[in-house]
């Protein structure tokens, strides 16, 4: 398997990169009017910018590996389709992306760049439970803001990093439309905060008395209840593992890559 994507990664590779080391190969195709890997770096240039409008999402190459880099935006979009002028993240598109991603032999790491504002919960949670549940190395990054549900998007990363000028919301659950005003409809929404906190717990350091403190927190938001989180607050508060941006979280993933690739081998 390692030795198959091995030299799928350099086919990709030597696609791309000009024979430096033999002039008169290029000096050949330039003389034939082919641009050779001119032609070849155009097309991927174009195949990357199309995955990119498409999907928010795009497969990296390199010497030190094959990544792919998913973007969560916006609003996380569930059962029900947002005004065309919201961003959102379709989760009906991340998740056969995800199962994708986890199938390929090829991909060996996932890096998730969030700046999110919340939306559906249970969507949310449902991407969050599959990134979760990989076997390859996975980083998240937190950019502009995780807020809400977008909580436990960024936790459920192996490593999860965090910018320094990126905030995060910890707020209770929200219902909109029509809301029945018995015990139940709250014990509902119990359940429910239940759930993230566990998740939440699980896979970060936050302890769940004091996430379900910040949560309940009445002395910060003015029109609203819980806490608002910058970079350092979230590390230091064992929500998110480190403060850093792109270059630190891609250093840990493809130092997870290296740690895996090790594993195989015994």
């Known amino acids: 398997m390692r030795e198959k994507a091995k030299s799928t990664r350099d086919e990709r590779l030597n696609q791309t990169i000009p024979?430096?080391?033999?002039?008169?190969?290029?000096?050949?195709?330039?003389?034939?009017?082919?641009?050779?890997?001119?032609?070849?770096?155009?097309?991927?240039?174009?195949?990357?910018?199309?995955?990119?409008?498409?999907s928010g999402s795009v497969t990296a190459v390199s010497e030190k590996g094959i990544i792919h880099c998913l973007t969560i935006i916006g609003q996380i979009e569930g059962h029900y389709t947002l005004p065309s002028q919201n961003k959102t993240t379709k989760y009906e598109h991340v998740i056969p992306q995800l199962v994708a991603i986890e199938e390929d032999e090829e991909i060996e790491g996932l890096i998730i760049i969030l700046n999110t504002v919340g939306g559906d919960v249970e969507a949310g949670l449902a991407i969050a439970e599959l990134i979760a549940g990989m076997s390859k190395p996975?980083?998240?990054?937190?950019?502009g803001g995780g807020h809400s549900i977008g909580v436990?998007?960024?936790?459920?990363?192996?490593?999860?990093?965090?910018?320094?000028?990126?905030?995060?919301?910890?707020?209770?659950?929200?219902?909109?439309?029509?809301?029945l005003g018995v015990p139940e409809t709250l014990s509902y929404i119990d359940k429910m905060q239940d759930r993230i906190t566990r998740f939440v717990t699980d896979n970060s350091s936050i302890s769940g008395e004091r996430f379900k403190r910040m949560m309940m927190n009445v002395g910060e938001?003015?029109?609203?209840?819980?806490?608002?989180?910058?970079?350092?607050?979230?590390?230091?508060?064992?929500?998110?593992?480190?403060?850093g941006g792109l270059s630190d979280a891609l250093s840990a993933l493809y130092k997870m890559i290296d740690e895996k690739r090790v594993e195989k081998k015994k």
């Open 138 to 143: 996975t980083v998240s990054l937190v950019l």
């Open 221 to 243: 938001l003015i029109t609203d209840v819980g806490t608002v989180l910058e970079g350092n607050e979230a590390v230091e508060s064992g929500l998110i593992d480190r403060l």
């Open 152 to 179: 436990p998007l960024a936790v459920s990363a192996k490593m999860s990093f965090i910018v320094p000028s990126a905030t995060m919301t910890i707020h209770p659950v929200r219902m909109s439309g029509l809301v």
């Open 19 to 54: 024979d430096v080391d033999n002039p008169d190969n290029q000096s050949n195709d330039n003389d034939s009017g082919d641009d050779g890997g001119d032609n070849t770096r155009d097309a991927m240039s174009i195949d990357q910018l199309e995955a990119i409008a498409r």
